[in-house]
């Protein structure tokens, strides 16, 4: 039995950003708990060279809700990087969620050679559907996703291997 693009793709960032979700909502009242204001949360990082929570969460809903779309052989919808509360960022989850949602199996599969091309500020970089999923794609929502939930462990909310998993 084989696994589609879609099938690898959009219930994989609709769980991840949905678990994302939880672990913000549970940093978020452990702010609120111990009077921590959401700016100084939003702006915690690992270290120093690390980028902070809020870029977390940008980057990973980014790449969810642009492969969704660079997958389906459209432009990808454009979020402004404004978010500056534990509201405005969950929020920005579960628009990344509906935009994601908002996609077919058929627009997905046979994406697996269609050409992607990703901008950045160093240029551009080519590929092949199937590689920029796995090979691109999925590693960096993980990262994200899993940097997120360190700094908010790392804070001292109460969080585990299960808030970052999931129910199966």
Aim: aromatic letters at 8%; glycine letters at 6%; charged letters at 25%.
């Amino acid at each position: 039995m084989s696994i589609s693009m879609y099938q690898t793709a959009v219930p994989v960032f609709l769980r991840a950003l949905g678990n994302l979700k939880h672990v913000l909502q549970q940093g978020q009242a452990h702010a609120k708990d111990k009077k921590v204001e959401d700016s100084v949360m939003l702006q915690s990082r690992l270290i120093a060279d690390m980028l902070p929570l809020v870029k977390q969460v940008q980057i990973a809903t980014d790449m969810a809700k642009n492969a969704a779309a660079r997958l389906a052989g459209v432009d990808p919808l454009k979020f402004e990087d404004n978010e500056t509360t534990f509201d405005e960022l969950i929020s920005r989850i579960d628009r990344a969620v509906d935009y994601i949602k908002s996609f077919k199996p058929e627009q997905i599969d046979g994406s697996e050679t269609r050409a992607i091309v990703v901008p950045s500020r160093n240029g551009e970089t080519k590929f092949e559907g199937q590689a920029y999923l796995l090979h691109f794609v999925l590693p960096n929502v993980f990262f994200h996703c899993t940097t997120a939930y360190n700094i908010l462990r790392v804070a001292g909310t109460n969080i585990g291997k299960n808030d970052f998993i999931g129910k199966a």
